[in-house]
């Protein structure tokens, strides 16, 4: 990797990065992005995967009159109508419903979610509406009919996250953005006491390269003090982190297209149970936990998500059933006073330091956008150049060609329908490209008999998608270990001797690869 110049070198390659990299590449910045792990390996690929303005922050904005609350709902509501149309292969709403048990909660919770409907204005994605035990019971017979005394169901929206990172970084490179993976910030390079770039190091073969810029852009996520502290190390800290764990079920805990929302947890939060991908995902906790590259979901997190969903469910839950789990660090810029990670206004902070490194830190999935287009608009001021955000009406890579027409060309060549539904969700309007381009188009072997992800699919993502590791490919583009552990591991051989093959591993590279992607998804990915 050579040494180069660029307009903005932008370090962390998970949502804010990839939204910042997009930002500036269309505002014709030379731009290069360095993630130090795979694109959205960390908080990005393990989220709740719901792009929402916040219930839970609109029930305390008007409980406690608290305006950051308010505002943070209406700006996630306005986000959530771009994100759904800009990405519309990746991105859908969803019906959540909310079990209500006692008869003065059903009018409180409604009058709530109508208030919600209200603040979407023109970019509501449905009303909300009362829903009758035997009604709600009809559309999910699971929910506990015990003291059921109604239901309130409202619209929200739902997307595959780490894919989402990836039409992003795609966008981004279309437009001349270089973008690298497993490749981390070492330090920064300091030239009469400004920062001009970032010496950096890749994680797979050990080469060392230094990468010049008039601003380097901090998006590294939880990780965002370790850069801050590169530059001096004393600084107080911006982040804390709390710790999301998520389950994944069979999809018989959750018989129906709709999700469901628990609205109240014994320590105050909101749980989710959403369709995901033809199974159960369910989540979340918040817990304050200690800074990782790779956190795994606790004993008592997962109890805890137990406990409450068998307090809403007639079929119970039980540890046997758990075909995957994983947990994400939120990063919380830091508010004094409060107390519990769970009360942390999910708000965001720009940052430039007196050597001119840029920080963005805090947000959530659904703010990415406007998080990136606040600090490229700083960047852009610091820098002096005059250009404006083009990303509210950008449709990402992906997303440009209707669904029935991928469709149709898919089943020209061959393609299942429910293989080729599987495809556009994950792929878009480049799925046909995965064909196309394979050397024997008419041989689609799967890695695993359960799961519909193939041979073809990995080499396409080894040439285009920058897959470097196994679990690059089985967690975060394919999402196959996300909904069944096991059977990622069972197909993690073939992923190996497939990647060493088209990447040209050594046996002893091939070996530690598949030794530390195993370990990885036998103890929490």
């Given at each position: 990797?050579?040494d180069?110049s660029?307009?903005?070198l932008?370090i962390?390659?998970?949502?804010?990065?990839?939204?910042?990299?997009?930002?500036?590449?269309?505002?014709?910045l030379?731009?290069?992005?360095?993630?130090?792990?795979d694109f959205?390996?960390?908080t990005?690929s393990?989220?709740t995967?719901l792009?929402?303005?916040?219930v839970?922050?609109l029930e305390?904005?008007v409980?406690?009159?608290?305006?950051?609350?308010?505002?943070l709902?209406r700006?996630g509501?306005?986000?959530r109508?771009?994100?759904?149309h800009n990405a519309?292969?990746?991105a859908h709403?969803?019906?959540?419903?909310?079990p209500?048990?006692r008869?003065?909660?059903?009018p409180?919770?409604?009058?709530?979610?109508?208030l919600?409907?209200?603040?979407?204005?023109?970019?509501t994605?449905?009303?909300?509406?009362?829903?009758?035990?035997?009604?709600?019971r009809?559309?999910?017979p699971?929910?506990?009919?015990?003291?059921?005394?109604?239901a309130?169901?409202y619209?929200d929206?739902?997307?595959?996250?780490?894919?989402?990172?990836?039409?992003?970084l795609?966008?981004?490179?279309?437009?001349g953005?270089?973008?690298?993976?497993h490749?981390e910030?070492?330090?920064?390079?300091?030239?009469g006491?400004r920062i001009i770039?970032?010496k950096?190091?890749s994680?797979?073969?050990?080469?060392?390269?230094e990468?010049?810029?008039?601003?380097?852009?901090?998006?590294?996520?939880?990780?965002?003090?370790?850069i801050?502290?590169?530059?001096?190390?004393?600084?107080?800290?911006?982040?804390?982190t709390?710790?999301?764990v998520?389950?994944?079920l069979?999809?018989?805990?959750l018989p129906s297209p709709?999700?469901v929302l628990?609205?109240r947890?014994?320590?105050?939060?909101?749980?989710f149970?959403?369709p995901?991908q033809?199974?159960?995902?369910?989540?979340?906790t918040d817990?304050p936990?200690?800074?990782v590259?790779?956190?795994a979901?606790?004993?008592?997190?997962?109890d805890?998500?137990?406990e409450?969903?068998?307090?809403y469910f007639?079929?119970?839950?039980?540890?046997?059933?758990i075909?995957?789990s994983?947990?994400?660090?939120?990063?919380?810029?830091?508010e004094?006073?409060?107390?519990s990670t769970a009360d942390?206004?999910?708000?965001f902070?720009?940052e430039?330091?007196?050597?001119?490194?840029l920080?963005i830190a805090g947000g959530?999935?659904?703010?990415?956008?406007?998080?990136?287009?606040a600090a490229?608009d700083?960047?852009?001021?610091?820098l002096g150049?005059?250009a404006?955000?083009?990303?509210?009406?950008y449709?990402v890579?992906?997303?440009?060609?209707?669904?029935q027409q991928?469709l149709?060309?898919?089943?020209?060549?061959?393609i299942?329908?429910?293989y080729a539904?599987?495809?556009?969700a994950?792929?878009g309007?480049?799925?046909p490209?995965?064909f196309?381009?394979?050397d024997?188009?008419?041989?689609?072997a799967r890695?695993?008999?359960d799961?519909?992800?193939?041979?073809?699919?990995?080499?396409?993502?080894i040439r285009?998608?920058?897959?470097r590791?196994?679990l690059?490919?089985?967690?975060?583009?394919?999402?196959?270990?996300?909904v069944d552990?096991?059977?990622?591991?069972?197909a993690?051989?073939?992923?190996c001797?497939i990647?060493?093959?088209?990447?040209?591993?050594?046996?002893?590279?091939?070996?530690?690869?598949?030794?530390?992607a195993?370990?990885?998804?036998e103890?929490?990915?």
């Amino acid at each position: 990797m050579p040494d180069l110049s660029y307009d903005l070198l932008v370090i962390g390659g998970g949502a804010t990065g990839a939204g910042v990299a997009l930002d500036a590449a269309l505002r014709g910045l030379r731009v290069a992005l360095v993630e130090q792990n795979d694109f959205g390996e960390g908080t990005s690929s393990r989220s709740t995967k719901l792009v929402h303005g916040g219930v839970r922050y609109l029930e305390a904005a008007v409980k406690h009159l608290d305006k950051e609350q308010w505002n943070l709902v209406r700006e996630g509501l306005r986000e959530r109508k771009i994100f759904l149309h800009n990405a519309p292969h990746l991105a859908h709403p969803v019906e959540l419903i909310t079990p209500i048990y006692r008869w003065w909660e059903l009018p409180y919770v409604y009058a709530g979610l109508v208030l919600y409907d209200l603040l979407s204005g023109r970019a509501t994605l449905g009303h909300s509406r009362i829903l009758g035990a035997k009604k709600a019971r009809s559309i999910n017979p699971d929910i506990d009919p015990d003291g059921l005394v109604g239901a309130v169901s409202y619209y929200d929206g739902a997307f595959n996250d780490s894919r989402m990172v990836i039409a992003l970084l795609q966008s981004a490179q279309e437009l001349g953005a270089e973008i690298y993976n497993h490749r981390e910030v070492r330090g920064l390079i300091m030239e009469g006491g400004r920062i001009i770039g970032a010496k950096t190091r890749s994680r797979l073969d050990g080469s060392e390269s230094e990468l010049h810029a008039r601003m380097v852009l901090n998006a590294a996520g939880p990780f965002a003090d370790t850069i801050r502290r590169m530059e001096d190390p004393d600084l107080p800290p911006l982040m804390e982190t709390s710790s999301g764990v998520h389950l994944v079920l069979p999809a018989r805990f959750l018989p129906s297209p709709d999700g469901v929302l628990i609205p109240r947890t014994r320590d105050g939060r909101v749980l989710f149970a959403l369709p995901y991908q033809g199974y159960c995902l369910a989540g979340t906790t918040d817990r304050p936990a200690p800074l990782v590259e790779h956190p795994a979901p606790t004993d008592e997190e997962i109890d805890y998500l137990i406990e409450h969903l068998n307090s809403y469910f007639d079929l119970q839950v039980r540890r046997e059933n758990i075909l995957s789990s994983f947990s994400g660090l939120r990063p919380l810029v830091r508010e004094p006073g409060r107390d519990s990670t769970a009360d942390v206004v999910r708000e965001f902070v720009t940052e430039l330091s007196t050597g001119g490194l840029l920080t963005i830190a805090g947000g959530k999935w659904t703010s990415y956008r406007a998080m990136a287009e606040a600090a490229v608009d700083r960047a852009c001021e610091t820098l002096g150049v005059r250009a404006v955000c083009r990303t509210h009406d950008y449709p990402v890579v992906g997303s440009r060609i209707p669904k029935q027409q991928i469709l149709e060309e898919l089943r020209k060549i061959g393609i299942a329908a429910d293989y080729a539904e599987y495809l556009y969700a994950h792929y878009g309007d480049r799925s046909p490209e995965i064909f196309t381009a394979a050397d024997n188009p008419k041989a689609r072997a799967r890695l695993h008999p359960d799961h519909p992800a193939t041979e073809e699919e990995l080499r396409y993502t080894i040439r285009h998608e920058r897959v470097r590791k196994p679990l690059d490919f089985l967690v975060r583009r394919s999402n196959l270990a996300l909904v069944d552990r096991r059977a990622a591991i069972e197909a993690l051989p073939r992923v190996c001797a497939i990647m060493a093959e088209a990447l040209e591993w050594s046996p002893t590279s091939a070996s530690e690869r598949g030794q530390e992607a195993r370990e990885l998804l036998e103890h929490g990915i």
